[in-house]
């Protein structure tokens, strides 16, 4: 397992944007698939994007053409780049790794609140 640090979170008027940063303890290159997930109050978690060690990427439909996931192995970090946020983006976002398939290391948590 690794430790991983989330930060950037905030408030944000909808339409408007933020990244989301993962700080990863040691090499990120250990790692085969970067995830994010967020979970909105009173709803289930859910799996927002992912990438690869090789760089492919994955997206849920309710992010597509707004969100972007990417890694930077020189710093160890994973970003997730929100653009026109809107209300339902509202929720706590998880950083996740898994050294295989499984994710089996969380962040704490970030809140995200889209609202004007």
């Known amino acids: 397992q690794v430790q991983l640090v989330e930060n950037g979170g905030g408030l944000v008027q909808p339409g408007g944007s933020l990244r989301l940063s993962c700080a990863v303890s040691?090499?990120?290159?250990?790692?085969?698939?970067m995830g994010w997930y967020r979970q909105g109050s009173g709803k289930q978690r859910e799996l927002v994007a992912t990438i690869q060690r090789g760089g492919s990427t994955n997206y849920a439909d309710s992010v597509k053409g707004r969100f972007t996931i990417s890694r930077d192995n020189a710093k160890n970090t994973v970003y997730l780049q929100m653009s026109s946020l809107k209300p339902d983006d509202t929720a706590v976002y998880y950083c996740?790794?898994?050294?295989?398939?499984?994710?089996?290391?969380w962040g704490q948590g970030t809140q995200v609140t889209v609202s004007s």
């Open positions: 040691g090499s990120i290159l250990s790692i085969n698939v």
């Open positions: 996740a790794a898994a050294q295989r398939w499984t994710f089996d290391s």
